[in-house]
């Protein structure tokens, strides 16, 4: 008896320990032994989104996608890697010591090469390498090269290892860009195919937007042309050329050197990086007397044919102001103000508007504030607190000193006198365009009515006035209009002025009467000369000249 | 006879049934196959595209038709004419 209770005690007890371990096998390992079935069956993809493209105004890409390899090598699977080192440094265009070096490595799977086109990918499938291996890892493509670096910006990695975009366009619409990565989990046999009556779960990936600039291929290649050129003949450190429509704020071209290209942009020093025409500041000098004169003509305190005393320097306070070229000129319009860029004179018409007038128009013009343009590194410069301005610093700032702004808002500054007076955001963007056929329009958009179109069309002449006077007028193109104003500032340099650096520049539009676009060129420290009227002058009728012929605009 | 009748009929349903599961399977094995060549094309296809996409923008970029524009021996134009509107003429006829 004691036998048979023993026996079922015993069967009883195996039963249970088998309970026991399928209960642990079935229900509390459930989760990770489906996992590692699943790990099995089951092939996971996770389906990368391709970038969206930068087009230019014509369509044509300016930033795109190229399908690059990373060459890897299965060292499990090359016994003898002496014997492939020379082909594989040969087709990669490596050192031999460098692939060597790769293979010394202790893990079993090294990375050979990154972004590896697909020319060179073939040919190595070509030699059919054991060992050797291809996943894709697309890269960047600027058709271009460096056209309009400042403007795209590029493409880097973040701390997880993922692209990202940084500066300019790419940085400002990265996610945009970027898409949305789909997802593959599809149940398969042995052999790796798929099992057509299996799970399958697909999530498609949402491919990048493209986004259509204002941007003028043509335009872009002409300024930059033009501006290298002058660069190296005024001997400037550095130079800015920016072009925007005045009537939508569209930037149809924008370039700055020293620059560099996008697709290799380590090999550039960092502060390349960054687009001057939004991340730095100057201290506009004469360019900054049209806006001025054109607040004081639009709250009607001087008409241009008005007229100062400019027989001398004069004083403010302790200060004492001079002319540029301490030249003066006796009785002047207000025209003569402009004609002869007469500090004396602007300072009188500062004085007749006032501080607070000033200010508010400064304000108005969208100074002290960021433009809103859409590139990430736009700088934010802040104008002085509306207690802490010194008669001084309002005489100053008539002439364009003592105040500093962005290339960026200068040109929409001088748009608001080009379009009848409507302060109008500047835009890189046109239009964003999904892949589903979604179209985003990014519609111009006007600010405020920074003048009175009559006061525009005033300024206009006096500007025109201007620029065919003295040293200009021989740059002009013949039997057009051309409304435009120099500028020679100083380079603050520690608290004080430095006579020897100067940033030169010359803004206008074109043609006056009907402006297809306002520009602005600087020059930092030219060399040849320090005025603006000989060196960033010569550069604006040149991409000027240019761009009258390609807009087919014919003389009067 | 009834019941060998019975009894054939089922053999042969089930030869026939078990044929039916061995060509279903197969074709389906081979279905599995076929997806895995379509998806190889399809990529194969998609690197292709993106490739000659990438070979036109190279040889339409501006500046390459410059450079090529430049060793052809062409240069900026020196003299710019323009087309002026057609003019109203008076016909002495």
Known sequence: MYRLRFIFVMVLLAFTVIWVRLFYWQVLSHASLQELADAQHFYRLEIPAARGDILAADGTPLA????????????????????????????????????????????????????????????????????????REDKRYYPEASMAAHLLGFVGKNEQGENQGYFGLEGMYDKDLQGKNGFLRQERDAAGNPIIIGKTERIEPKNGRALVLHLDKTVQFIVEEELKKGMERFGAKAGTVVI????????TASASYPSYDPSIYWKFPEEFRRNPAVADTFEPGSTFKPLIMAAAIDERIVTPEDTIDESGPIKINEYSIRSWNNEYHGTLTMTGVLEYSS???????????????????????????????DLQEE???????????????????SFG???????????????????????????????????????????????????????????????????NQGVLKRLVPEGYRIAGKTGTAQVPVEGHYDADKTIASFVGFAPADDPKFVMLVTLRE?????????????????????????????PQ | MKKRTLLSVLISCTIVLSLV???????????????????????????????????????????????????????????RYFELPPVAMRSDN
Request: proline letters at 4%; zero cysteines.
């Open chain 1, 343 to 373: 500090n004396v004179g602007m300072v009188q018409v500062a004085q007749k508007m006032g501080s607070s007038r000033i200010i508010s128009f400064l304000k108005n013009a969208g100074f002290g504030k960021k433009t809103g343009i």
């Open chain 1, 401 to 467: 000193q003592g105040i500093a702004l962005t290339p960026i808002q200068m040109v929409r500054a001088i748009g608001a006198i080009a379009n009848g007076g409507k302060l109008v955001k500047p835009q890189i963007v046109k239009k964003i365009v999904a892949e589903d056929g979604e179209v985003i329009e990014m519609k111009p958009a006007v600010e405020g009515q920074l003048y009175k179109p009559a006061t525009a069309w005033t300024i206009t002449n006096m500007m025109v006035a201007a620029v």
């Open chain 1, 64 to 135: 795109s996608n190229q399908t690059a390899y990373l060459v890897f090598a299965e060292k499990i699977n090359i016994p003898e890697p002496e014997q492939i080192i020379p082909t594989l440094a040969k087709v990669l265009n490596e050192e031999e010591a460098s692939i060597s070096s790769r293979f010394a490595e202790n893990d079993r799977w090294v990375p050979l090469k990154h972004h590896v086109e697909e020319e060179v990918a073939q040919e190595l499938r070509n030699l059919e390498l054991a060992g050797i291996g291809f996943e």
């Open chain 1, 379 to 397: 700088t934010e410069v802040f104008l002085r607190a509306d207690d802490e301005w010194r008669d001084i610093d309002v005489a100053t700032v």
């Open chain 2, 21 to 79: 599961q061995i060509v279903v399977s197969h074709s389906l094995s081979i279905v599995g196959v076929h997806l895995t060549r379509i998806d190889g094309e399809m990529e194969g296809l998609r690197a292709s595209n993106e490739f000659l996409k990438h070979q036109i923008a190279s040889a339409s970029a501006i500046t390459a038709i410059a450079e090529q524009a430049q060793s052809n021996g062409f240069s900026s134009a020196e003299y």
């Open chain 1, 244 to 251: 925007m429509d005045p009537r939508t704020g569209g930037i």
């Open chain 1, 526 to 554: 030219p060399e040849t000369s320090p005025w603006g009227s000989t060196t960033a002058a010569p550069i604006f009728f040149s991409i000027a000249e240019e761009l009258l012929t390609y807009y087919g605009i014919s």
